[in-house]
Every structure is written in C-alpha cells, then in structure tokens.
Nanobody
Framework: QVQLVESGGGLVQAGGSLNLTCAASGGSIDTTAMAWFRQGIGKQRELIGVVGWSGPSRIELNSVKGRFTASRDNDKKMVYLQMNSLKPEDTAVYYC??????????????WGRGTQVTVSS
C-alpha cells in the first residue's frame, strides 16, 4: 500500500509562488501515474494535472495552464507541483494521488491528506 504525504502549502500573496511536494512511501510509484487535485471550500475536487510514470506531464485544468507545472523524481519517490503567479482563486486544499486510467478518466487508487494553500489578495 502506498502512503502519500503532501507538503509545501501555506499562505502566499497574489503573484507569489509555491512548490508543493508529495512524498511516497510503502510501495513503488515507478510505474504509476501520479496526479494533483485541489478542492476549494464549497467546490468540487478538480484535477490539476497528471505526471506519467516515465515523467511526461500534462496540466488538465485550464485556469492554471501556463502557471503550474507538475513533475516527479522516481529515485526520490517524490512528485512536485510548481505553482507560479498564484491568484486568490487558487486557494484550496491540494492533494496528491496515485491514479489509473479507467473509462477515459483518471481514477485515484491512493490519496494524500492534502496541504492547504491560501493566496491573499
């Protein structure tokens, strides 16, 4: 069983940057796609992007394209989300997940507990 722990969240002013990390333990993620999600208060959880097992990543959420980048380091069992030019609407709890492609969507097998990101205006 894979355990995922996110870190790097916090309070930042609009226009600032944060780099979230997701540390995996308890199992290998080398051949697993990893994804970042977020959920704001009163909002549905939304997929930000996915990093394939060999490294190529794709940001799926239009509102963050050009500002967020996902990456991974399999040797360190780490997944990253670099967030630049942050906006107040990026405020949310950010989650890391190990995912599989099922019926055309990314289905999480394992979730982290999340890390809070708050962007002040």
């Amino acid at each position: 069983q894979v355990q995922l722990v996110e870190s790097g969240g916090g309070l930042v002013q609009a226009g600032g940057s944060l780099n979230l990390t997701c540390a995996a333990s308890g199992g290998s993620i080398d051949t697993t796609a990893m994804a970042w999600f977020r959920q704001g208060i009163g909002k549905q959880r939304e997929l930000i992007g996915v990093v394939g097992w060999s490294g190529p990543s794709r940001i799926e959420l239009n509102s963050v394209k050009g500002r967020f980048t996902a990456s991974r380091d399999n040797d360190k069992k780490m997944v990253y989300l670099q967030m630049n030019s942050l906006k107040p609407e990026d405020t949310a709890v950010y989650y890391c997940a190990a995912v599989q492609r099922k019926s055309g969507t990314w289905s999480p097998d394992y979730w982290g507990r999340g890390t809070q990101v708050t962007v002040s205006s």
